[in-house]
């Protein structure tokens, strides 16, 4: 599995971005996808998850504020991320939840003024 991140940089705080993965090496369209996050000295965890159907779950530290969907005709993921907060800094990655060992180079997400 290949997975490539990207979308990432510098934004103030309330400002957005978003995020695009995409994926190859696997039958994108039946597996269920993830964002992560990893800030400086933190475990990464999870922000959200869109199953194959196109059903969503969300950190609640992100809820109200993330949106991931996904393009299966482009086998990628997208993650849009309004009223970004300083806390929010992070490198974030996306992954399969099917191949949880496989992850991509993350896209680096700095909040700040």
């Known amino acids: 599995v290949q997975l490539q991140a990207s979308g990432g940089g510098l934004v103030q705080p309330g400002g957005s971005l978003r995020l695009s993965c995409a994926a190859s090496?696997?039958?994108?369209?039946?597996?269920?996808m993830n964002w992560y996050r990893q800030a400086p000295g933190k475990q990464r965890e999870l922000v959200a998850t869109?199953?194959?159907?196109?059903?969503?779950n969300y950190a609640d530290s992100v809820k109200g504020r993330f949106t991931i969907s996904r393009d299966n005709a482009r086998d990628t993921v997208y993650l849009q991320m309004n009223s970004l907060k300083p806390e929010d800094t992070a490198v974030y990655y996306c992954?399969?939840?099917?191949?949880?060992?496989?992850w991509g180079q993350g896209t680096l997400v700095t909040v700040s003024s």
């Open positions: 090496g696997i039958i994108f369209s039946i597996h269920a």
């Open positions: 869109i199953t194959h159907g196109g059903s969503t």
């Open positions: 992954n399969a939840r099917s191949y949880p060992a496989d």
